[in-house]
């Protein structure tokens, strides 16, 4: 039976659940996706695979956990954003200047934020990933803000909207400010803009 962490068994388990994610979470950034075990993780995570089993039934149901966790208190700030009738397009720049710094501080951040995208966001791989509720609240929020003529209204929102949520995960080394200025700029209504190229 593992070692207790904590004094009371929900804040133990919250903590094995933390460590699990992080342990996912170091793995993939150090020896990249494919190669991440659950035995790795239990040891990694300093539990038996056992107690893993518990908490998740495989990898992809972790990596699903890790990006609620990661996402879900930015998710809240979008939400409000999305809401609010004074938002602008200044609002939005900031918000993802935001999120870069917050990925910034994670351990192989590229790798993990480009997984996360990969797995949660295509045709819904894992089932309970929050990449979709994020997808649909900047589609409103961008959707609003070109009402107003504050974005642009030339392109589908739904597609800025997944264009701009991988902003946030461009290269850790890139200046934050100067990426915000492109987003902005990309973004911005502005006279003549021309119409996109249709195909087919």
Known sequence: ?????ADTIDTHRQQVNDAILDATAELMAEHGPMSVAMSAIAERAGIGRATLYKYFPDVESILAA????DFGEHLQRLKALSEADTVTLKDL???VQLQRRHHAHAKGADV???????????AGVIEDAIEPEIIATLTRLLAGLARRKDVRADHDPELLARWLLHVVH???????HAVAELL???????PGRR?????G
């Open 1 to 5: 039976m593992p070692r207790i962490w």
């Open 66 to 69: 890790w990006h609620a966790r």
């Open 93 to 95: 720049t900031e918000f």
């Open 112 to 122: 993990v934020g480009t997984l996360a995208h990969a797995l949660a966001g295509h």
């Open 170 to 176: 461009a290269p850790a080394n890139l200046d934050d």
């Open 184 to 190: 902005a700029d990309s973004l911005a209504p502005k």
């Open 195 to 199: 119409r996109p190229l249709r195909t």
